[in-house]
């Protein structure tokens, strides 16, 4: 865990300033446990007079930004400006080397080209504290034979009091680490009346002490190299005035080596670049600033422009030209000349792109690296950059710069803008091989913010949030100023023109990643995810509830409540159930006045539970056809048997013959939601997902309980199961080469009207199974006919010998398949013995039924299987129904609670018997 603090000077009074690391450091060991990490390993901060804080994801855009982009932001950036605040940013950083440092003067070697003064990068790195970090420390290293996996990165924050060091330091760090990352402000107040103060920790193993880790004077930093990458990028906040410059003459030496280190800084002269400033009148045109002047304005500003030109084409000192310059500048811009001088060096052949906002939106970097004139000579007109910061060269371009709040809202978001245009032209390219952003830091000078941005407090975070809405952190200082690249890994910049260095009134932005792609933690994302979570949950438990109550509904429709529980239901001479249709119109009579009324009121109590079924079905049955006719449905049926867009019924029987051609026994899982006496027979009935795994097991062909009033199925399930199996078989088809074959369905339901038959049809089924118990002789021949019209095959389930004799009456031919049931239709439970199915078996009735039909028509067997035992379990009664001459058997509860794989090894172990 790092961490990096950064408070308001307000916050910090002598009393408590030696305090806050190791309260801050106990606090956040507190909370470790809940987030995942092990306490505080390393802390580095300071005090600045304004902080920069993110508070967590919110989903929408954060304030602050330029634009009203609706893509959802990780994080809200704060900016808090000379007000009492503390800005924590927490770092889990796996796969990195982490190394703190506390400089003092003393420790900085003076630094002039380092081999100058006979030290090597080793020695030098011994010196401040990194030795054995980053590449080798032997004498003979050099730059070719580095890294560049490990390239180290640098934050540094010194106090006010090491700017004295800050270039040795700097120029040092480049020398030692060539391809190291810098970055990092100095510290900063509120008041040039207060002291700032920086902070720097290292864990031992033991609580942080009350002293030693805050510091009035140096530099505290931390090295960081392994897993972690970052991009940097600073904005100088500077708009171009008057033309470009060449440098003509430059300082002219003196007689100590302070003079002439001067001289190396000084302008003495300058003269217009005629074609340089053509080319930037040319690009400057393009901006918008004097697009709504009427035409007689421009060319009268032009021509004064040209004149003032011509002026400027006799060599001039650089203090004259500037006097020259601000009479046509306007009021503010002439303010701020006459306050503080700023002059831009161009920073050699930078492209083709002059203009210094076009080339930051191309991310091309900047053209002119700004700074202020330290001291300007008064006899000679001369200006002076601060000593040894830069050495000013004959013929270098340069340009006259001011400080402007418009122009640097225009940097920052072409600076942004160039910088995911590189990102987008790598991705494009395949070059790209970065790692999202994972946060962002942000270091402002103290005379920007809401300073420079026209009184609008959080404008440069706000940018960062839109460019980077998916960073979960965005944080940072208001510093003295910052340090590091000016272009840092952005833009094309020629060698030597890049160096670490101090920028006064510029911003600073830390791009973080990691190396490996390493998944990210999004706060937004797990606030989702949390979200999604907890909805799930409320569903899924209201779900579950929903559940039961469709339980306890649909099992209150067996015997205990459709029939008197102490009294057997009444049967026919045969021992049949005596089942008699629903009563429609039944009421009493009611008087009112001289008016009677008859209200209808349901008298008729269900005998039993198959009666009661039949009851609910035909109150289904009507409420369809209220909604569409039966002549209706029947046109609709006609036009799909025609359309060949439509699905065609398929050969529901052969598949299954096929499959126990060779004397196996054949298994046909049926897919259904509940048992009217047990209950939900699954939590999820996902038909696709049960399907395709009934497909990959190896089912010839799929049963699909489709009654909505008992199994709590519906047509909607045959035409989903139908969809479900042809993909999946295309699906398995293309893995393994061979042809597509999709098992065929059977719609299992209590059909009692041609009505239904119509509405299966359409809904995709290639049979259907007809409880023979629950219809009349003429009603079963009915049935079965307008099935054979509209090619639906038939499959007939019998629970008694008398069912059996009525098929039997039937004309060969008429049905596909026979179902011999363990189900008791008076109670609609199963005989959990299996001794109905067997009995019926080796019944004559059966044996006569095969003399009509033929031997060859399938008889299979419903109820139970796979859940009764025989001898060596479950199997061993499946043996048994095979030897009194079962050609298969259709299972539903005996696979609804198995895996995938004890699906198919269930199915594989009972067909091969």
Not at 624 to 635: D, F, G, P, V
Request: aromatic share 6%; glycine share 10%.
């Amino acid at each position: 865990m790092k961490l990096i603090l950064q408070s308001s000077k307000r916050l910090l009074c002598t009393r408590n300033r030696q305090k806050i690391v190791p309260t801050l450091c106990e606090v956040v060991d507190a909370s470790s446990g809940l987030y995942g990490y092990s306490g505080v390993k390393v802390l580095v901060g300071n005090t600045a007079g304004g902080v920069i804080g993110s508070r967590g994801a919110s989903g929408s855009a954060a304030a602050g930004g330029s634009s009203s982009s609706a893509t959802p932001r990780e994080c809200q950036p704060v900016e808090a400006e000379a007000t009492p605040a503390i800005s924590v940013t927490l770092a889990l950083l796996p796969n990195v080397d982490i190394k703190t440092f506390h400089l003092t003067n003393d420790d900085v070697p003076e630094f002039d080209g380092g081999l100058t003064r006979g030290m090597s990068r080793g020695l030098w790195k011994q010196s401040v504290g990194l030795g054995g970090f980053g590449e080798s420390d032997d004498e003979e290293d050099t730059t070719e034979g580095e890294n560049e996996e490990d390239d180290p990165v640098f934050m540094v924050i010194p106090s006010p009091a090491f700017q004295n060091c800050l270039d040795d330091f700097l120029e040092g760090l480049q020398y030692a680490f060539p391809k190291g990352q810098t970055f990092g402000g100095i510290a900063s107040t509120v008041s040039s009346l207060s002291r700032a103060r920086i902070f720097s920790y290292t864990s031992n193993g033991s609580a942080a002490t009350s002293s030693g880790n805050c510091f009035g004077n140096g530099c505290v930093g931390v090295a960081l190299r392994g897993d972690i990458q970052v991009d940097t990028m600073i904005a100088q906040g500077a708009k171009p005035v008057g033309g470009v410059y060449r440098v003509v003459a430059t300082g002219a030496g003196g007689n100590t080596a302070i003079e002439d280190e001067g001289s190396r800084s000084t302008i003495s002269a300058i003269v217009l670049d005629e074609a340089a400033t053509a080319e930037e009148e040319a690009e400057e045109e393009m901006e918008d600033d004097d697009k709504d002047l009427p035409t007689d304005e421009k060319e009268l500003k032009r021509a004064k422009m040209q004149l003032d030109y011509a002026k400027a084409r006799i060599p001039k000192p650089p203090l004259a030209e500037a006097n020259f310059l601000m009479r046509r500048l306007s009021d503010d811009d002439q303010a701020f000349m006459r306050r503080a001088l700023l002059i831009g060096l161009e920073r050699g052949n930078l492209g083709r792109t002059p203009n210094e906002l076009a080339r930051l939106a191309k991310g091309e970097g900047h053209r002119f690296t700004v700074r202020q004139v330290a001291s300007a000579g008064m006899k000679d007109g001369s200006v002076t950059f601060p000593l040894g910061s830069v050495n000013v060269d004959v013929g270098a371009r340069c340009r006259f710069f001011v400080r402007d709040g418009d122009f640097a809202k225009k940097e920052v978001e072409a600076l942004w803008t160039g910088y995911k245009k590189k990102e987008l032209e790598r991705t494009l390219t395949g070059e790209n091989g970065k790692s999202p952003a994972t946060g962002c830091m942000v270091f402002p000078t103290l005379d920007r913010g809401a300073k420079l941005f026209g009184g609008k407090t959080g404008y440069e975070s706000g940018v960062v949030s839109e460019f980077l809405p998916s960073v979960a952190s965005i944080s940072g200082f208001f510093a003295n100023g910052v340090l590091g690249q000016l272009d840092g890994t952005i833009g094309s910049t020629p060698v030597g023109s890049n160096e670490n260095m101090l920028h006064g009134s510029s911003s600073q932005y830390v791009v973080f990643r990691s190396k490996t792609k390493r998944p990210l933690y999004s706060p937004y994302q797990a606030k989702v995810d949390a979200a999604n979570a907890a909805a799930e949950k409320s569903e899924a438990k209201a779900a579950e509830t929903e559940l039961a109550a469709e339980d306890k509904r649909r099992t209150s429709m067996s015997k205990s409540t459709f029939g008197s529980e102490s009294q057997a239901a009444p049967r026919s001479a045969n021992g049949e159930l005596a089942v008699r249709r629903r009563e429609i119109h039944s009421g009493r009579s009611l008087s009112v006045s001289a008016v009677e009324w008859s209200v209808a009121e349901k008298m008729a109590k269900p005998t039993s539970a198959l009666e009661g079924y039949m009851w609910e079905k035909e109150t289904q049955v009507d409420r369809l056809r209220e909604r569409i006719s039966l002549a209706l449905l029947m046109s609709q049926c006609k036009a799909a048997m025609v359309d060949p867009a439509k699905p065609k019924p398929r050969d529901w029987i052969s598949p299954v013959k096929q499959a126990g051609a060779e004397g196996k026994f054949v298994i046909i899982p049926e897919c259904k939601r509940m048992e009217p006496t047990s209950g939900s027979l699954r939590k999820r009935y996902d038909i696709p997902k049960l399907v395709k795994q009934l497909l990959s097991a190896g089912a010839p062909a799929i049963s699909v309980n489709s009654d909505g009033v008992l199994f709590g199925g519906s047509m909607e399930d045959i035409t989903i199961a139908r969809e479900a199996l042809n993909s999946a078989a295309v699906s398995e088809s293309l893995d393994s080469g061979d042809g597509v074959v999709s098992p065929p369905v059977l719609a299992s339901d209590l059909l009692l009207y041609p009505y239904q038959l119509y509405k299966l049809r359409l809904a995709g089924a290639d049979a259907v199974t007809m409880v023979v118990g629950a219809l009349e002789s003429k009603d079963l021949l009915y049935l079965t006919k307008i099935a054979s019209t509209i090619n639906l095959q038939v499959i007939a389930s019998v629970t008694s010998e008398v069912q059996i004799d009525m098929l039997s009456k039937l004309g060969a031919g008429s049905i596909s398949a026979l179902v011999v049931s363990n189900r008791d239709l008076e109670t609609f439970d199963f005989d959990n013995s299996g001794e109905q199915a067997l009995s019926l078996l080796k019944s004559e009735a059966l044996a006569i039924f095969r003399e009509k039909h033929g031997e060859e028509l399938p008889v299979l067997v419903e109820g139970r299987v796979g859940m009764v035992d025989g001898e060596g379990g479950n199997a061993g009664y499946v043996k048994t129904l095979k030897d009194a001459g079962a050609f298969g058997a259709i299972v539903g509860g005996g696979l609804a609670f198995a895996s995938d794989d004890e699906v198919a090894d269930s199915m594989a172990i009972w067909m091969s018997i």
